[in-house]
Structure formats: C-alpha cells, structure tokens
C-alpha cells in the first residue's frame, strides 16, 4: 500500500512539474484505459454499439464524416487500437521527446505534437480521397494512434542534429538522421499494405517535423498558433500576472532615501542584538533589545 501510494503520489509531482513527455504519455494511457473501461462496460451489459461509438474519435477518410465529428483531428492522436500499438508509440514518445528537449523547447515539443497529427490526418484524407486505389475504402476507413505526432517529433530533432548518436540495443550507435531516414523510407515501401492510412499519416508526420525544424532556423515557429490555441483554451491567458499600477500619492512628506536608511538603521540594529545573543545567550539582552527582536521575527 505505501509503495502503490508513492507511485501515485510521485505521477501526481511528475505532472505538476509541467514535464510534457511524462503529460502526453499519461494522457495517451488515459485515454487508452478509459476506451477500454467503457468497451468492457459495453460488452458486460450487453449493449449495442459495441466498439462503434470510437468512430467518433477516430479521424475519418470521408470529409463528409469529417465535418459532422471535426474534434476528431484532435483525439485521434490520443487513441490507439492495442496494447502493443501504444507501447511502441509511447516508447518512441519517450525516448525521441527526451532527446528533442535537449534542442528545442517544451512549448515547441507541445505544438509539435499536435501539428504533427493534424499533418498526418490532412495527408491521410488527402490521398484517400484524391488517389482512386483508395476510393473504395473512404467510406469505412478511420485513423488512429500517436505516430504521426511522434514521427514529427523524430524527424525534427534529425534535421536539428542530424549527426547526433543514439544507441540501439543489438544494433550499436547509429546516427539519427540515419534513423529518421529509415523510417521515412519504411513508410514509402508499405504506403499499399493493410496499413496504408497509417503509414500515409506517419509521411505526414514526418513532414510537418521537417518543415518545423527548417523554418525555426529562419525565425519561424510554425508551433506559435497551436501553443497559443491551447493556452486560450486552458485558460492560461487568465493566469498571466500583470504589472500593478503604479500609486502616487502626493503630498507625502517621505523621502525613498529617508526610508531606506531607517530600514538600514533596522536591520544593522537586529544584527547587533543576534551578535549579542551567539556571545552571551538570551538572558543578557536587555528588555527593548527582546522586544526588537521579537517584533522582526514577526516580519
């Protein structure tokens, strides 16, 4: 019990402390779990639907789907179809979003993310609805998972330090552009698999990554709208501490530096009372010299 009270206490700090990996993470597993606590409730009851109320955080290949559900650009990025779908996500998340804060910052990993996911999908509906190998699937095709949103965040640190050096286990130290390329290139050859949606997401991840890091090196955020966005909507604008008016009051015969010396005077008076106290205890300070002292410790 003290363990599992420690542990949840020590997510709870990790969370305060505004550390965006550990908060995405915890919201992807979140939702995961949730999905899974109202399916299992769905099939314990016996009641209709079954999975098919996920469609609507599912980002859909249809426009026509899209503009009836348009919050699904958003929560799909936050849903996943099983247990080893989010772990490998979320291990990339970790690794590359750690590595990806040592270049940029949390803000930009934060907007990041979510322009990752919205490239992802607006690729994803693209071609699906512009090439026709696809058209007979627009219908009944749905996108979800964290991938393109991680792949953009990949790619952007390997434009940023391309040269940099991560190790892999039974693979040795390989550079991350070599990395990032791998990917990218894997993603091309499987674009006609069973997984072609997923796959046409991650190039758009994996896009949107590129033309952030690029432009950032020109001076342009391309993450500034969506950390605005997100601020507003949680309310950060309310938060931002603003500078109180200045007071002037006239007519007040008291000088700053008649103050200032009188705070001085103060302070150079309770440090001879201290001074006395460490050489000859309590019981020699004389009665105003207490009442001094007992007044700054109430400060």
């Given at each position: 019990?003290?363990?599992?009270?420690?542990?949840?206490?020590?997510?709870?700090e990790?969370?305060?402390?505004g550390?965006?990996?550990?908060?995405?993470?915890?919201?992807?597993?979140g939702?995961?779990?949730?999905?899974a606590?109202?399916?299992?409730?769905?099939?314990l009851?016996?009641?209709?639907g079954?999975?098919q109320?996920?469609?609507?955080?599912?980002?859909p290949?249809s426009?026509?789907?899209?503009i009836?559900?348009?919050?699904?650009?958003?929560s799909?990025?936050?849903?996943?179809?099983?247990?080893?779908?989010?772990?490998?996500?979320?291990?990339?998340?970790?690794?590359?979003?750690?590595?990806f804060?040592?270049?940029?910052?949390?803000?930009?990993?934060?907007?990041?993310?979510?322009?990752?996911?919205?490239?992802?999908?607006?690729?994803?509906?693209?071609?699906?609805?512009?090439?026709?190998?696809?058209?007979d699937?627009?219908?009944?095709?749905?996108?979800?998972?964290?991938?393109?949103?991680?792949l953009?965040?990949?790619?952007a640190?390997?434009?940023?330090?391309?040269d940099?050096?991560?190790?892999?286990?039974?693979?040795?130290?390989?550079?991350?552009?070599y990395?990032?390329?791998?990917?990218?290139?894997?993603?091309?050859?499987f674009?006609?698999?069973?997984?072609a949606?997923?796959?046409?997401?991650?190039?758009?991840?994996?896009?949107?990554?590129?033309?952030?890091?690029?432009?950032?090196?020109?001076?342009?955020?391309?993450?500034?709208?969506?950390?605005?966005a997100?601020?507003?909507?949680?309310?950060?604008?309310?938060?931002?501490?603003?500078?109180?008016?200045?007071k002037?009051?006239?007519g007040?015969?008291?000088?700053?530096y008649?103050?200032?010396?009188?705070k001085?005077?103060?302070?150079?008076?309770?440090?001879?009372?201290?001074?006395?106290?460490?050489?000859?205890?309590?019981?020699?300070?004389?009665?105003?010299?207490?009442?001094?002292?007992?007044?700054?410790?109430?400060?």
């Amino acid at each position: 019990m003290a363990a599992d009270s420690r542990f949840i206490t020590n997510l709870k700090e990790n969370f305060r402390r505004g550390d965006i990996v550990t908060q995405l993470i915890y919201i992807n597993v979140g939702v995961f779990l949730l999905v899974a606590l109202v399916n299992l409730f769905l099939t314990l009851f016996n009641m209709g639907g079954g999975q098919q109320w996920m469609n609507y955080l599912m980002f859909p290949a249809s426009l026509e789907r899209f503009i009836r559900q348009p919050w699904s650009v958003l929560s799909y990025m936050f849903m996943h179809a099983g247990i080893l779908h989010i772990l490998f996500n979320m291990l990339w998340l970790y690794w590359f979003g750690r590595l990806f804060l040592n270049f940029f910052s949390a803000r930009h990993l934060r907007g990041l993310y979510v322009l990752g996911g919205i490239a992802g999908a607006v690729l994803y509906m693209v071609a699906y609805n512009l090439f026709p190998y696809f058209r007979d699937a627009v219908a009944f095709s749905y996108l979800l998972g964290a991938s393109a949103s991680v792949l953009a965040i990949v790619v952007a640190t390997a434009v940023r330090e391309p040269d940099y050096s991560v190790q892999f286990m039974f693979i040795g130290t390989v550079r991350l552009k070599y990395v990032a390329i791998f990917m990218v290139v894997l993603d091309l050859l499987f674009m006609t698999a069973d997984n072609a949606g997923g796959h046409l997401a991650h190039l758009g991840g994996a896009l949107a990554g590129w033309w952030f890091a690029s432009g950032l090196v020109k001076g342009r955020d391309l993450t500034r709208w969506i950390n605005m966005a997100l601020d507003f909507c949680s309310g950060r604008w309310r938060q931002t501490p603003r500078k109180p008016k200045m007071k002037v009051h006239y007519g007040d015969k008291e000088k700053d530096y008649d103050f200032n010396a009188r705070k001085k005077a103060r302070a150079d008076e309770i440090d001879r009372i201290l001074d006395k106290l460490r050489k000859s205890g309590y019981n020699s300070l004389t009665e105003d010299e207490k009442k001094s002292l007992f007044d700054a410790s109430k400060k």
